[in-house]
């Protein structure tokens, strides 16, 4: 699972750009609410591993409001949903890594990660390796999922629905 733990970049938070949280396929933003911001995991476990986000910048279930919570975790809904709409995994593993000794590699800024699972599935990191680029099948599959995060209906408070 280290790979799962290597969503950092450098000293900056991955989910707190210095310039505006716009959806974009540079940085694989895929989604962003008032709340919850969705982005792929650069360094994938898998393919289509999501890191499912609240915008605020803290670091553990007990900062959030009810309204993040529940934002947060109708996000992860929605996001299983669009990966098995899209690529048909047969899993998930979906989870949170709290603390860095329990292997979080962006401690400061809790996020939920979300594995799609297939049978024999399990050489895919060995294949791809440790890259800095953004590999071209990450980018294909932000492409694919992208249009399904833009028809999710929002509230006019902003909410998920
Ligand atoms: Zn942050």
């Known amino acids: 699972m280290k790979y799962v733990l290597s969503d950092e970049e450098g000293d900056n938070c991955i ?4 310039d505006d949280r716009v959806e974009d396929e540079k940085r694989l933003i895929l989604y962003v609410s008032p709340h919850i911001m ?14 499912v986000a609240p915008v605020r910048h ?7 409001s ?5 934002e947060l975790l109708k996000m992860v809904r929605r996001s299983i949903d669009i990966l098995k709409e899209i690529m048909a995994p047969e899993g998930f593993n979906v989870g949170l890594n709290l603390g860095r000794v329990a292997g979080a590699g962006m401690e400061e800024h809790m996020h939920f990660h979300i594995v799609p699972r297939w049978n024999g599935d399990t050489n895919f990191m060995t294949v791809h390796g440790d890259v800095r680029v953004i590999p071209e099948h990450i ?5 694919k999922l992208r249009p399904s ?6 509230t006019s ?3 998920i629905e």
């Open 149 to 154: 995060f833009d028809k999710i209906p929002i």
């Open 38 to 51: 969705v982005i792929m995991n650069r360094f994938p476990y898998n393919n289509g591993h999501l890191l």
């Open 139 to 143: 980018k294909e599959t932000f492409k």
């Open 15 to 18: 989910f707190c750009p210095e």
């Open 157 to 159: 408070q902003g909410s």
């Open 66 to 70: 009810d309204e993040e919570t529940l």
């Open 58 to 64: 803290v670091s553990g279930l007990e900062s959030l």
